[in-house]
């Protein structure tokens, strides 16, 4: 049973381009969670998303960041003009719908040049 | 602000010992609390979930709940080297039909042989 997956594992991008990370679920698990991982802080929350919905977003910044999760695929977390500021490691999460234990993907490495 | 706080360490303990690591979280509505381990560069592990008041059990790790004094504790018995790493503690704030974490900074164990 395959684990949660994300990829790219490392991206590297140019100040105002694009970044956009994918993550696929644990099998059986409509549930996923990004979090964003700054050098010497913690795991911060960013977004929970079930199929074609946003639960919550708080945690998200209100310009720049979107997230989607569709009815087909992976869950996609958009950094549009991606700033210095935004490097950072950034997890993606799952659970399944009946009890909520989160598990993991390998993380994205993001670096803004 | 909810806010789960933990010893950033570093913890040392010799291989053998039992390692302590405490986390106190300010939302009194929390239900569910989890540890999860992460080694330098990779993605958090969960090791313990706990949902009751009192320790529950796995192997060499113990988890310890009270809700009254908003604690929880993780034991880890005969700990070895490879248990050197930064354990986190995440709170699931009260239901809200809706599951996110939030995270301690970590406390970072060194382990020595």
């Known amino acids: 049973n395959a684990g949660v997956m994300q990829n790219p594992r490392h991206l590297v991008r140019r100040r105002g381009q694009e970044a956009r990370l994918r993550c696929s679920p644990m099998k059986g698990h409509s549930h996923v969670y990004w979090y964003r991982q700054l050098p010497e802080e913690g795991l911060k929350f960013m977004v929970y998303l079930q199929k074609e919905n946003i639960i919550d977003e708080s945690g998200m910044p209100k310009e720049r960041f979107s997230a989607e999760f569709p009815k087909e695929g992976p869950s996609i977390l958009r950094i549009q003009q991606v700033v210095r500021g935004d490097s950072a490691a950034y997890f993606c999460?799952?659970?399944?719908?009946?009890?909520?234990?989160?598990?993991f993907g390998p993380g994205t490495r993001l670096t803004v040049l | 602000q909810k806010e789960v706080e933990q010893n950033s360490g570093p913890l040392s303990v010799p291989e053998g010992a039992i390692a302590s690591l405490n986390c106190t979280y300010s939302d009194r509505g929390s239900q569910s609390f989890f540890w999860y381990r992460q080694y330098s560069g990779k993605s958090p592990e969960l090791i313990m979930s706990i949902y009751s008041n009192g320790d529950k059990e796995d192997g060499r790790f113990t988890a310890q709940l009270n809700k009254a004094s908003q604690y929880v504790s993780l034991l880890i018995r005969d700990s070895q080297p490879s248990d050197s790493a930064t354990y986190l503690c995440a709170v699931n704030p009260p239901l809200s039909g809706y599951s996110t974490l939030t995270f301690g900074k970590g406390t970072m164990l060194l382990v020595s042989p």
């Open positions: 999460a799952s659970s399944p719908p009946e009890y909520n234990e989160q598990f």
